[in-house]
Each structure stands twice: as structure tokens, then as C-alpha cells.
């Protein structure tokens, strides 16, 4: 028996649909992706996520010539605020990335660990988390949740 999985996400065609909030976090991702340790791939990565206190946390991707040790900008920032934020709970993430010295307009995606790594703050949590990734520029995409991504997810249920 074949099964279809459809995925529910909105295209927002320009910066100027966005509400305030929404702008701050896309021009906070942005920024803080030129701080990005990218220099093994040249591939800049910025987030930035909004918590439930209304703090802003930021954080970019930190590569390592030893490539597994890296981290990308996801995680280096969903772990920063967790860890000095413990009992706040993320309500919006912003990403956006792009190869250094190239303007590009294809939103990148968080990687699979990326998104498992959501998962797992949004099953802590028992809330679903705002995903939003763009480029420098064009449309920029957003889904209600990180499941919206991942639909055969792995979550503690499982343990």
C-alpha cells in the first residue's frame, strides 16, 4: 500500500510582508551570519530565534577542520538559549544562509540534524516552534512547525 505525505508551508514573497517582530529576527539572522567560522566551506549560516520572554538570541554556524566538530547555526544558537534560558520556550526561529561573497535568493533549509534538534525543543516544550529560512534575498518560507519538515520524526516517544 503506497501512502502521499503532503507538507503545509507559506512563501512569503518579500521582507516588507513581514510583521515587525518578523524583521527584526530576519535582519538579526542576517547579521550575525557574517560572524559565521566558515572558512572549510565558505557556506555563512545566521539564526536567530525569539523566545518566549521576548529575548532575541543569535548564533551562526562554527566549522572545524576536524569536520564533524563543527556546529551549525541552529544548533550553536538553540543550545546557547537553552542553556541560559532553561525555562523559556523558543517561539520563532529565523535561518539564513548563503556562500560568502554570493547573493542568493534559494532559502536554505535547516540540515536533518537541524531539524531533529527543533524536534527535540519542540516535544520539551509541547509547543510548536516557528520555522522561518531564507537567503540574502527573495521569498522566504515558513512552516507552523519543524514536523511540517521532518514527518517521520524520532522523538522520545519512541524510548
Known sequence: ME????ISFQIINS????????KKLFDSA???RE????NYSNFLVGCALLLDNGEIVTGSNQENAAYPSGLCAERTTIYWASANFPKSNIKKIFVIGAPRNTISSQPIPPCGACRQSILE???????PIELYFASLEGDIFKTKSVRDMLPFSFDSSFL
Open 30 to 32: 542576517k547579521a550575525v
Open 15 to 22: 521582507y516588507n510582508d513581514l510583521n515587525e517582530i518578523e
Open 3 to 6: 501512502r502521499e505525505i503532503k
Open 35 to 38: 560572524d559565521a567560522y566558515a
Open 121 to 127: 525543543y519542540e516535544a520539551k516544550q509541547d509547543e
